[in-house]
């Protein structure tokens, strides 16, 4: 038996460089990631099984009341305390729902997006276990503007750019799971870089309890 954390990553209707992708999170060597559908995932009945779920879907629709996906997510999500991780567009999701919201912790989820920006990153506060020992850095990936993160978020890095939201990281509580929402990860240009590497790494530790 592997003692490795367990982490799934769900995806659903927004593309996906898949290898890059897969890539990214091979390189994790504290866990073993499972890519899956959303679909696959909410109709597991063992997938509270994961110490970390990352969500990088995109799904738009608030699904109908007998959708496998409302099931879960209204009766067990945050129920267990398994770790949640929003990553870029799983912060958009269904901009309708109240739960999403919750979770999120942003209140309004239109936005506009902006491909292939180059953006200075500033952490703030730099003693939390994610972004301690982090250095501002730059970085080229789409950005959103939106609306700002509501105030019982923490805020962990920030960027002043015309074409991005100001908080690009913060942390939330949902019911009993621990939240780190991450505004980045469109694609490659991300995906490999290593500060996005470290703060994805590390948020996924600390939202599976193993940072502090």
Known sequence: MSDKLKAAVITEWHPVEMIPFQRLFREFEEFETYVQSLDIFCQDKDNEQYDVVVYYNLSIPTPEADDARRKYLEERLGRS??????LHHAILNYGEWPLWTDVA???DRSFKYYWEQTVRYDPTPADHPITRGLRPFAMIDETYT???PNPDNEILLTA???N???AIAWTRQYKNSR???YQSGHDDFAYRDPNFQGLLRRGMLWCAGRLE
């Open 81 to 86: 305390g398994q770790g949640i991780v929003l």
């Open 105 to 107: 912790g942003v209140s």
């Open 146 to 148: 939106m609306a700002e």
């Open 164 to 166: 991005s939201m100001k």
């Open 179 to 181: 939240v780190f929402c």
């Open 160 to 162: 002043d750019h015309p």
